[in-house]
């Protein structure tokens, strides 16, 4: 069994910076595409960035330049580096990962982001 657990979410400051991860953990032998997804309440879920195995990158454009995704293989963990934060970035983030060929999501993380 396949499990994701994030960490790091917390309340900042506009303009502070916070590192989210996300560990995998269980029967993982093929590990893909890993992403953050964040989620407004009543709002749908948008993805944040994306990350391949090979260490392509895709980003939300409003988060270019403030946000880095990154992973480090061997401890099968991405993390999200967000710097410059806005109340605007206020939301659940969820890790997603293709493990397989099948999907998994994590519990999500609250990042609240005051003025």
């Known amino acids: 069994q396949v499990h994701l657990v994030e960490s790091g979410g917390g309340l900042v400051q506009a303009g502070g910076s916070l590192r989210l991860s996300c560990a995998a953990s269980?029967?993982?032998?093929?590990?893909?595409?890993m992403e953050w997804l964040r989620q407004v309440s009543g709002t749908q879920r948008e993805l944040v960035a994306r990350?391949?195995?090979?260490?392509?990158?895709n980003y939300l454009d409003s988060v270019k330049g403030r946000f880095t995704i990154s992973r480090d293989n061997a401890k099968k963990t991405a993390y999200l580096q967000m710097n410059s934060l806005k109340p605007e970035d206020t939301a659940i983030y969820y890790c997603?990962?293709?493990?397989?060929?099948?999907?998994?999501w994590g519990q999500g993380t609250q990042v609240t982001v005051s003025s």
């Open positions: 990350i391949f195995s090979d260490g392509r990158t």
């Open positions: 269980g029967s993982i032998f093929s590990l893909n595409i």
């Open positions: 997603y990962a293709n493990i397989g060929g099948s999907g998994y």
